[in-house]
């Protein structure tokens, strides 16, 4: 069975720091992304990295937090991290893990190609 499970969210001032974790568990993927849904708002694409072998890996950003949010993982701990910096109150939003079932070249941005979801995290950034 597989799962993903995030922690790491808070309440943190605007200019603050906080980084995110998913551990995956019953598969590994090659790729995993981040997205986030703020109140009244659609979920959006984050960040994603896929692992191209070794030491290997290929990330991509939205716009609205390149330059300041970074995704990483590890293949050992079947996790994958999002370190987010400089935040914003914009930033705020229930942050969710998400992986798809099968592996593409494809970058993956949009919520249709994930298949599988962890169950959200908050973070909260006050101005």
């Known amino acids: 069975q597989v799962q993903l499970v995030e922690s790491g969210g808070g309440l943190v001032q605007a200019g603050g720091s906080l980084r995110l974790s998913c551990a995956a568990s019953?598969?590994?993927?090659?790729?995993m992304g981040w997205f986030r849904q703020a109140p009244g708002k659609e979920r959006e694409f984050v960040a994603t990295?896929?692992?191209?072998?070794?030491?290997?890996?290929?990330?991509y950003y939205a716009d609205s937090v390149k330059g300041r949010f970074t995704i990483s993982r590890d293949n050992a701990k079947n996790t994958v991290y999002l370190q987010m910096n400089g935040l914003k109150s914009e930033d705020t939003a229930v942050y969710y893990c998400?992986?798809?079932?099968?592996?593409?070249?494809?970058?993956?941005?949009?919520?249709?190609?994930?298949?599988?979801w962890g169950q959200g995290t908050q973070v909260t950034v006050s101005s």
């Open positions: 998400a992986a798809p079932a099968r592996d593409t070249i494809a970058v993956l941005t949009t919520t249709r190609r994930y298949d599988y």
């Open positions: 019953g598969r590994t993927f090659i790729t």
């Open positions: 990295v896929r692992w191209s072998g070794g030491n290997t890996y290929s990330t």
